[in-house]
């Protein structure tokens, strides 16, 4: 698995109350390529088609491509950055286009407040 790639991820059930995404879903990879192997966790961004996500900061439309392989219009919560453990990513579906992907670069360091000097 490559940074950028979308692949299913099976998110834990929360026990209690909480807006944390779950379940099988779509996830975007956003782990460096130098790391990938040597880490026992992987960091991704999760998706929902829950489009009022969008009256969050940190979010992007992502519309369905067949280079995506998203098979509706979907939110990409990137306030919702995690490490997951490798046991739960499932089958790749796609990748994510340049263009987004750079906009995810964005939008990473502004939620992390990281500025590019």
């Known amino acids: 698995m490559n940074r950028g790639d979308i692949i299913l991820v099976n998110l834990p059930i929360s026990s209690g109350a909480g807006r944390e995404q779950m379940g099988l879903r779509p996830a975007l990879i956003v782990h460096d390529y130098a790391t990938s192997d040597i880490l026992p ?9 829950q489009l ?6 940190y979010t992007i439309q992502i519309e ?8 509706q219009t979907s939110i990409l919560m990137v306030f919702q950055l995690r490490a997951i453990d490798r046991q739960r990513l499932r089958n790749k579906i796609g990748c994510l286009e340049g263009d987004l992907l750079a ?7 502004n939620l992390l407040g990281l500025s590019l000097s």
């Open 52 to 57: 009022n996500a969008l009256r969050y900061p």
């Open 41 to 49: 966790v992987i960091m991704i961004i999760p998706f929902t088609t």
């Open 64 to 71: 369905p491509s067949q280079e995506n392989g998203l098979d």
């Open 103 to 109: 906009r995810v670069d964005v939008e990473i360091r």
